[in-house]
């Protein structure tokens, strides 16, 4: 088949501006806590953290954006006005005091405007606040577990289900949380690494056997969040999707009296382990 370069160009012109309006349509109705076709930018935020998060980013890219333009701006230059038919006799300046004070001063001011947000948010990340709540996420092959020690030590198994929407995200026990609470999330491998992270809260933690690691949010919005265990732990490392329900106060307080007594501890939970352990 034959096309013209005029033909060829309108094609691709025309399968540009599709997928752009593709993403922008797919980005415009993207719901709260989970992802959204042809989505390219981060998730809505539902905590401090990733608020946070995301302001970094749109920081960074911005300052990417104009560093990039800068740079091309002064290749373009060169090539226009310093080749070597334009500029027949070549200048023989080796030194420039302002321009070379210039070109080192910027750029360390340039990092130190990138440093000093990125350690306020590794610190915000990191140190974790007076938690409201502990919970226990651990990570087997393949689901998580999630114990809650402050509400009446109780646990249950969170699977995915084949039958509930999002596909591959929905799963048959969500983890139950309360809106604006400070939530802290131990974790822990009971067989490989796994990883516990939930995009709109701006958490990723790495569950490893024999350790516990510890992270914190503080959902800001009630609703569904969906996250995905994001370290490869074999074969069904993709099918154990992480489902965190923030509701108020009230109806979290009535589902752990309903959660107690539907996952009274089995023998082999976290509690009656640790219980046997002191014996
Ligand atoms: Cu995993």
Same mark, same amino acid.
């Given at each position: 088949m034959k096309m013209s370069m005029g033909r060829m160009g309108a094609r691709w012109l025309g399968l540009a501006v599709g997928s752009v309006a593709l993403a922008a349509s797919g980005a415009?109705?993207?719901?709260?806590?989970?992802?959204?076709?042809?989505?390219?930018?981060?998730?809505e935020a539902a905590s401090p953290v990733m608020e946070n998060i995301t302001w970094f980013h749109n920081f960074l890219t911005v300052l990417i954006f104009v560093i990039t333009l800068?740079?091309?701006g002064l290749l373009v230059a060169v090539v226009v006005k310093f080749n070597a038919k334009a500029n027949p006799v070549p200048s023989r300046t080796t030194h420039n005091t302002l321009i070379e004070v210039a070109w080192t001063l910027i750029p360390v001011l340039i990092l130190v405007s990138i440093a000093v947000p990125s350690f306020r948010l590794l610190f915000l990340e990191l140190d974790i606040p007076k938690a409201?709540?502990?919970i226990k996420a651990t990570g087997k092959q393949w689901y998580? #577990?999630?114990?809650y020690p402050d509400n009446g030590k109780f646990e249950f198994d969170s699977l995915m289900a084949q039958d509930k929407q999002p596909r591959l995200l929905g799963v048959d026990n969500e983890m139950v949380v309360p809106v604006n609470k400070i939530v802290r999330v131990q974790t822990t491998g009971a067989d490989v690494i796994h990883s516990f992270a939930v995009p709109a809260f701006g958490i990723k933690i790495d569950a490893i056997p024999g350790r516990l690691n510890e992270t914190w949010f503080k959902a800001t919005k009630t609703g569904m969040f969906y996250g995905?265990? #994001?370290?490869?732990?074999?074969?069904d490392h993709?099918?154990?999707?992480?489902?965190?329900?923030?509701? #108020?106060?009230q109806e979290f307080a009535s589902w752990v009296e309903t959660a107690k007594k539907k996952f009274a501890s089995a023998p082999d939970s976290t509690f009656a382990s640790a219980a046997g352990a002191a014996q």
């Open positions: 415009a109705d993207a719901e709260l806590g989970q992802p959204a076709p042809w989505e390219f930018r981060l998730q800068f740079v091309l409201d709540l502990t998580w #577990s999630y114990a995905q265990c #994001s370290e490869l732990c074999g074969k993709a099918f154990m999707p992480i489902a965190v329900r923030v509701v #108020s106060d």
